[in-house]
Structure formats: C-alpha cells, structure tokens
C-alpha cells in the first residue's frame, strides 16, 4: 500500500531564504508523485509532478523537487522564499492497483513567509 | 477553459435537512472524487467514481452519497447532515490515461456548515 508523510505541519522561513518542505513516501511499485499548493480560500493547484522521468522536477513559482528512491523522498524547495508563497502543501502519491486514479495526500505543511 | 466547478461554494444548514453539492467537469474526465478537508487531517476521500455509473467508498464514506449518471457530474449528498460534516469540501477529476500523467484537478471548495 502507498503512504505519505510530510514531516513538518508549520514552516516558517524569512523572505529571501530556502524554502525545504519534506515528504516521504512509501510504495511497493515504482510512484507517481505530486505536489499541490492551496492558497488561502482556494482550491489545490499542481505545483509539480513525478512520473518516472527525471528525477529533478521543475515546477511552477520556481519550486522544485528531487524524487531520491534510495531515500524514498520528494521534498520541495525553493531557493528563494517571496511573500507570495504563504500558503499550505500538500504532497500526493498515486495509488496502484484496483483504485487506479486515486491519490493518497499527506496531512499538509503550512507555509509562512517573514518580511 | 478546462476546469472543475462547485455549487454552492458556501452553505449553512440545519442537522438534517438534506443537502447536494453539485460538481461538474469540462475535461471529458473518465476520475472523478469527492475529498473532504479538516485542520490537521489534509484531505480524505469520501468517494469516487471510474466512469459513469461506477462508483466506491473511500476512506469517510459515512454518512455521504453519490450518483455518476453523466460523465460531466458527480453531486455529493448529504441525505441528513450532521455537525461533524462541517467541512471543506473538494472534488476533483483527472484522467486515467498514462500520458496524462494522472494529475487531478480541483474544484473551488464548498465550505458547509451544519448547525
């Protein structure tokens, strides 16, 4: 079965700094895995996604991710914080198996931005 | 423009009285489910549907309903709401064709109230 966890419910960073939000995944098959954003009062949006291609994933608002199997992980980074980032993450992975299309999400990390 | 809407966004209600929240999709989507969001829990599958007139419980089932008699639509009802279904809710669809790399695409949210 495929798990996720997002190590972190609440991050806080200063403008201008690394932005790292952390998820773990766990899955028997090769994963498909996903990151969405949910700016205050709206729905998810796909920041990115893995589907078996590179590893290095670039995304939308200059986020990107590095799927590392060794260490079953897919954290989220950006080198550079804006206020405009203030918002809550979630990471995804794609269930295999009778289910096909169905997505397991973590509990969500909760982005603040400092001036 | 391709995309998933939700009515109402916000409803107040009463325990009981029965509710639906109606969701469409204009992707020509085969996936389409119903998530609910909670402070601290991130999002949960109610239920979901493969195509027309297939659907299965997710991991909160109780409580909810569900029809697919169009591929477009996918109304979530609450045949005698309860206070614990105070929620935010989101529906989604993607497709389950492997190039489409199985990226869901949200709804605006409802956000219910029961009292």
């Known amino acids: 079965a495929q798990s996720v966890t997002q190590l972190g419910s609440h991050v806080s960073v200063s403008e201008g700094a690394l932005v790292l939000l952390r998820c773990n995944y766990s899955s028997s098959v090769p994963p498909y895995l996903f990151w969405y954003v949910q700016y205050p009062n709206q729905g998810l949006q796909l920041l990115l996604k893995?589907?078996?291609?590179?590893?290095l994933v670039k995304g939308i608002n200059g986020f990107e991710a590095e799927f590392k199997k060794s260490e079953t992980s897919f954290h989220l980074t950006k080198p550079s914080a804006h206020m405009s980032d203030a918002a809550e993450y979630f990471c995804a992975v794609r269930v295999y198996g009778g289910s096909q299309g169905n997505l397991i999400f973590g509990k969500g990390t909760k982005l603040s931005v400092k001036p | 423009e391709a995309q998933v809407t939700q009515n109402p966004r916000y409803l107040i209600t009463v325990t009981g009285k029965k509710l639906t929240v109606t969701c469409s999709q204009n992707?020509?989507?085969?996936?389409m489910s119903w998530y609910r969001q909670d402070p601290g829990l991130g999002l949960r599958q109610i239920y979901y549907s493969m195509n027309v007139e297939v659907t299965d419980k997710g991991d909160v089932p109780e409580g909810y309903k569900v029809s697919r008699k169009e591929k477009r639509n996918f109304p979530l009802i609450l045949e005698s709401p309860s206070p614990n279904q105070t929620s935010l809710y989101f529906c989604?669809?993607?497709?389950?064709?492997?190039?489409?790399?199985?990226?869901?695409?949200f709804g605006p949210g409802t956000r219910l109230t029961v009292t």
């Open positions: 992707m020509n989507h085969e996936y």
């Open positions: 989604a669809s993607s497709s389950p064709l492997r190039g489409s790399g199985y990226e869901q695409y």
């Open positions: 893995y589907t078996s291609a590179a590893t």
